[in-house]
């Protein structure tokens, strides 16, 4: 039976120490910059070194998160921040960026790349994904189950690493854009200001309820899923909590490291969970509950803290136990040492720990003048290990004649040797990994390459035909998304070049709505859009978007995860494909990356103007051109858990009510249900019933009707609105205002909205 790996967090040096004495095989951590916790400790330059070989000299690992999205002036300085830390052995780093892996992998030959769960990976096609740019494990989203974790480990051949404890978030990690809109702290830069634990009420059609925390999850506890997850064959086993202090991780830890090795020791045995470390995993910094999470179920409202967000108090006396049995303790590593001593002769020593051995030489042994010394004096002297991290667990001492050395001697050749078996436990996580060596003589690979020779020369425009003298940039087609008929009217009627279309609104009417206008002859580009959402256990409802891509009704789809572009190729998709502002593109090499994969990509939300025309537009024709979103609500969220659900009232099990909205054409999303926020603010949220997800949306549109101007400067072939729960009549008036817009008229909208980061960009 596979041992897996314990991987603990830690925030600081205190609790990267407090990892190892509770017996973690490995620990990730942060360093000053790159790292999804920013307000964490964090590692400085010369702590991660450090911690590097503290971590090798017990046999541990170290992982580095460098799991945020990257601007290209942020990118194009990972390979000297990571240059260090690969010469010293570093054992993996954590990456959310394509961009960064692209980096990595070029730079870095054997290191270790993780998927971080801020990558959305939710199926073998997304980690497939990951690995054509050299990553070996994945850490999927957390809401797959168990047996959707342990299919991807078997379909994709990758390593799969699965939380196991500590604080859960309501959104699928790296699709939170919440906390990002309303105050400008993203959660893909580690900054998330946690809006999900805030109180809401819930309005549906039956009404407004009273304030309750809906989004704000119980942490994850899967003390009781060990033996499973162990038969699962998952590789690691990873412990939430960057955040938390040195108490926390090691007293989880240490539960987890016992438990994990009672199993192995007996697999046949089932032991039940000690009463007490019930106690302590329930006591340490714990939400009001605790929970497996989605590891055996898909959603419900007893994962959820309604009633209190924050963290119960924890008893002083569990931190002061845990000080005591754990912290305050020394960790020493067992060592064999073997004496030689023989008048004329040099005193030999050897240490041996594990698989390492070492022999030194010391002073000459003289003959012995009166008397003698003993095999006892000598192997007390030898057992004087104290702060050399070593602990004699066996000493043999081999004296021939009546000998004598300096008792000085004797403790300088054991603190030299012992801290030769130091070194060579550390030097064997830097073999291959000198600068010069692996990387030319320049410390990385290609040292100083720019993201512009990255992705081609040019500047980092590789397919950009500058505008010659006099000329402007031609003025960027109009696109929009629908969810009803009235809109696709609308949109028909305003002669928009590109509608994209999800699969639950082509119904019989839409269908034929399509049919005639592409009879009519020039018609525009009809997409269709995949969820945002694909996994294992809901690949059987795809059936509907297999039949209609096959019906000849559409020339292009939308992909808006990792999973859509292989699903589609999976499925023998010839024709065009648009990624989504969800498949992020902060920087040239991801564009680079998935340039032959897509015509035409959105630029993310989060950039602003600026980052946004730094980003690579190529000419008509070509593939990579570039789209920019200029209205519509912001999808803050994208959840597993249901706020439909959780108030009691799924759709699943009120069928007539789904049904009614079907024959509305609105089957997916409904205006009848809203998050209301302390200021009154309210988020539509829709419940996808086929694909079992909800979507949150800004409490007002982004409208760049201001900006329209510059799109064309920014390399825009399209410009994009979305459009969700707007009448027929509403989309009529938003589509003519922004047509003015890009003819030159000022235009002056009469709704409220946001401009969102196009300003400022988000931290």
């Known amino acids: 039976m596979k041992r897996p790996e314990l991987l603990a967090p830690a925030g600081d040096y205190g609790c990267f120490q407090a990892a190892l004495k509770a017996g973690a095989d490995a620990v990730y951590i942060g360093g000053q910059r790159y790292g999804a916790r920013a307000y964490a400790g964090n590692f400085s330059r010369?702590?991660?070194?450090?911690?590097?070989?503290?971590?090798?000299?017990?046999?541990?690992?170290?992982?580095?998160?460098?799991?945020?999205?990257?601007?290209?002036?942020?990118?194009?300085?990972?390979?000297?921040?990571?240059?260090?830390?690969?010469?010293?052995?570093?054992?993996?780093?954590?990456?959310?960026?394509?961009?960064?892996?692209?980096?990595?992998?070029?730079?870095?030959?054997?290191?270790?790349?993780?998927?971080?769960?801020?990558?959305?990976?939710?199926?073998?096609a997304g980690a497939l994904a990951c690995k054509r740019l050299g990553v070996v494990r994945v850490v999927p989203a957390r809401e797959l189950s168990l047996k959707e974790a342990a299919l991807l480990k078997k379909e994709s051949g990758m390593e799969v690493e699965v939380f196991i404890h500590g604080?859960?978030?309501?959104?699928?990690?790296?699709?939170?854009?919440?906390?990002?809109?309303?105050?400008?702290?993203?959660?893909?830069?580690?900054?998330?200001?946690?809006?999900?634990?805030?109180?809401?009420?819930?309005?549906?059609?039956?009404g407004t309820g009273k304030p309750c925390y809906p989004l704000s999850l119980k942490d994850l506890c899967t003390i009781d899923l060990i033996p499973e997850l162990i038969d699962a064959g998952i590789d690691s086993f990873k412990i939430e909590g960057r955040m938390k202090r040195a108490e926390y991780v090691a007293g989880v830890t240490d539960a987890y490291r016992r438990r994990i090795d009672a199993y192995l020791a007996c697999p046949e045995k089932k032991t039940p969970v000690p009463q007490q470390d019930r106690k302590l995993l329930s006591s340490l910094y714990v939400r009001t509950g605790l929970g497996s999470g989605y590891l055996k179920k898909h959603n419900g409202r007893d994962m959820v803290t309604l009633d209190q967000p924050g963290y119960a108090g924890c008893d002083d006396g569990l931190l002061e136990e845990i000080r005591g049995r754990l912290l305050e303790r020394d960790r020493e590593l067992p060592v064999t040492l073997s004496a030689e001593l023989q008048a004329g002769k040099p005193f030999r020593l050897t240490a041996r720990a594990g698989e390492f051995s070492v022999r030194m030489e010391g002073e000459t042994v003289q003959p012995a003048q009166k008397r003698p010394m003993s095999e006892e004096e000598i192997r007390k002297q030898l057992s004087r290990t104290g702060g050399s991290g070593f602990a004699a667990e066996k000493i043999d001492v081999s004296i021939k004649g009546d000998v004598f050395l300096p008792v000085k001697s004797i403790n300088e050749l054991r603190r030299g040797v012992l801290e030769k078996l130091r070194g060579e436990r550390i030097a064997a996580y830097r073999a291959g990994?000198?600068?010069?060596?692996?990387?030319?003589?320049?410390?990385?690979?290609?040292?100083?390459?720019?993201?512009?020779?990255?992705?081609?020369?040019?500047?980092?425009?590789?397919?950009?035909?500058?505008?010659?003298?006099?000329?402007?940039?031609?003025?960027?087609?109009?696109?929009?998304?629908?969810?009803?008929?009235?809109?696709?009217?609308?949109?028909?009627?305003?002669?928009?070049?590109?509608?994209?279309?999800?699969?639950?609104?082509?119904?019989?009417?839409?269908?034929?709505?399509?049919?005639?206008?592409?009879?009519?002859?020039?018609?525009?580009?009809?997409?269709?859009?995949?969820?945002?959402?694909?996994?294992?256990?809901?690949?059987?409802?795809m059936e509907r978007e297999r039949e209609l891509l096959g019906s000849g009704l559409f020339s292009g789809a939308q992909a808006a995860s990792l999973s859509g572009p292989a699903w589609l190729s999976g499925n023998g998709w010839q024709g065009k494909t648009a990624f989504d502002h969800r498949i992020y593109i902060w920087n040239r090499q991801t564009w680079e990356f998935w340039r032959k994969d897509m015509d035409t990509y959105c630029a993310p939300l989060e950039l602003n103007g600026r980052d946004i025309r730094a980003l690579p537009s190529p000419g008509p024709g070509e593939k990579g051109r570039k789209e920019i979103l200029v209205y519509g609500r912001i999808p803050m969220m994208v959840t597993?858990?249901?706020?439909?659900?959780?108030?009691?009232?799924?759709?699943?099990?009120?069928?007539?009510?789904?049904?009614?909205?079907?024959?509305?054409?609105?089957?997916?999303?409904?205006?009848?249900?809203?998050l209301i926020d302390r200021y009154q603010a309210a988020f539509p949220a829709a419940a996808d019933c086929?694909?079992?997800?909800?979507?949150?949306?800004?409490?007002?549109?982004?409208?760049?009707?201001?900006?329209?101007?510059?799109?064309?400067?920014?390399?825009?072939?399209?410009?994009?609105?979305?459009?969700?729960e707007e009448s027929g009549r509403e989309t009529e008036k938003i589509l003519r205002l922004f047509s003015e817009g890009l003819s030159g008229s000022q235009v002056r909208p009469d709704y409220d909205f946001t401009t969102g980061h196009y300003r400022k960009g988000a931290q």
Request: aromatic content about 8%; some cysteine; overall charge neutral.
């Open 167 to 206: 604080a859960m978030c309501y959104c699928y990690s790296g699709q939170c854009l919440f906390s990002s809109m309303l105050g400008g702290r993203s959660g893909n830069r580690g900054r998330c200001a946690q809006p999900c634990r805030q109180p809401y009420r819930i309005r549906t059609e039956a």
């Open 640 to 674: 597993a858990n249901c706020i439909r659900k959780t108030t009691g009232g799924c759709r699943k099990e009120r069928p007539e009510e789904k049904a009614a909205k079907r024959r509305n054409g609105r089957e997916d999303f409904g205006e009848e249900m809203f």
């Open 46 to 124: 010369g702590e991660v070194l450090s911690a590097l070989d503290e971590a090798h000299f017990y046999g541990k690992k170290i992982y580095l998160t460098v799991n945020t999205l990257m601007r290209q002036e942020e990118l194009d300085g990972l390979a000297d921040f990571i240059a260090p830390f690969y010469e010293a052995g570093l054992d993996g780093v954590i990456v959310q960026d394509v961009g960064a892996l692209s980096v990595l992998g070029e730079n870095f030959p054997g290191l270790p790349l993780h998927a971080s769960t801020q990558m959305t990976v939710t199926d073998a």
């Open 433 to 541: 990994r000198s600068g010069a060596e692996a990387a030319g003589g320049n410390g990385v690979r290609a040292a100083g390459r720019s993201g512009a020779e990255a992705a081609g020369g040019n500047g980092g425009q590789p397919s950009r035909r500058p505008p010659q003298p006099g000329c402007m940039p031609a003025r960027p087609g109009l696109s929009a998304s629908v969810h009803t008929l009235p809109q696709l009217e609308a949109c028909l009627e305003a002669g928009v070049s590109r509608i994209y279309l999800p699969a639950s609104i082509v119904g019989a009417q839409v269908r034929r709505r399509l049919e005639a206008a592409g009879e009519a002859g020039a018609s525009p580009e009809f997409f269709l859009s995949l969820p945002v959402i694909l996994r294992a256990e809901t690949e059987k409802q």
């Open 690 to 724: 086929r694909f079992c997800y909800n979507l949150i949306y800004n409490s007002v549109p982004l409208s760049l009707h201001g900006f329209l101007g510059e799109m064309a400067e920014n390399g825009a072939a399209l410009v994009r609105l979305d459009f969700l």
